[in-house]
């Protein structure tokens, strides 16, 4: 399996642009979610969905930030304006309920650079 | 409420050492516990799980782990350090058999001294 995969690998961007992160889950893995990596706060969940659905965005940062799955193979995170504070590394995962003792399988992640 | 925590932000053992990397976590539930390590500029790569089978763990590169209930812990332990062991090192833990997402904690840093 090709795990899961992550567009784009980095990005600079500068600030007020809208940044749009991708993510292909494993086939067949009907969870999906989405992890945010910075020194400070370290890894932290934003949202997941089960079945393409969002079940819990508690922990998106702000109305500037929104999330996707339009289908069971994609997902995407979008930032809209982007602001310095959101440079970070992006995670997306995915799980299949019930398999394996449900192992989280991560990608290689987005490294997100707002100046 | 779940949580870990991670003692020690860096450790630093020898070439050939015995490597602890300490977690000790706090459910109301039975937890899964999750050993993950990020090697410099790369994703999560799962190093082993607790599940509630056997208590010790055996997971890749020569990593293990023991969960002792009586001490909410699931630290990580190899018996002799490689310099490619040089990582950082993530404990994490789920209540809802990783459906919820994982809990992570601070993250260790893993320095090999030659």
């Known amino acids: 399996d090709a795990g899961v995969i992550q567009s784009p690998r980095h990005e600079v961007t500068e600030m007020g642009q809208e940044v749009t992160l991708r993510c292909k889950p494993i086939s067949g893995h009907d969870y999906l979610f989405w992890y945010r990596q910075t020194m400070m706060r370290g890894l932290e969940l934003l949202i997941y969905?089960?079945?393409?659905?969002?079940?819990?965005d508690s922990g998106m940062p702000e109305d500037r930030f929104s999330a996707k799955m339009p289908n069971a193979s994609f997902s995407t995170l979008k930032i809209q304006p982007s602001e310095p504070r959101d440079s970070a590394v992006y995670f997306c995962?995915?799980?299949?309920?019930?398999?394996?003792?449900?192992?989280?399988?991560f990608g290689e992640g987005s490294w997100l650079t707002v100046v | 409420a779940q949580s870990v925590t991670q003692l020690g932000s860096h450790v630093s053992v020898s070439e050939g050492a015995l490597v602890l990397l300490r977690c000790n976590y706090s459910?109301?539930?039975?937890?899964?516990l999750f050993w993950y390590v990020q090697y410099p500029n790369q994703g999560l790569q799962l190093l082993l799980k607790?599940?509630?089978?056997?208590?010790l763990v055996k997971g890749i590169n020569g990593f293990e782990a023991e969960f002792k209930k009586s001490e909410t812990s699931f630290h990580l332990t190899k018996p002799s350090a490689h310099m490619s062991d040089a990582a950082e090192y993530f404990c994490a833990v789920t209540s809802g058999g990783g459906a919820d997402g994982l809990t992570f904690g601070k993250g260790t840093h893993l320095i090999i001294q030659p």
């Open positions: 969905f089960n079945n393409n659905v969002p079940i819990d």
């Open positions: 607790y599940t509630s089978a056997a208590t």
């Open positions: 459910s109301s539930v039975p937890p899964y």
């Open positions: 995962a995915s799980t299949l309920a019930g398999s394996s003792g449900n192992t989280i399988y």
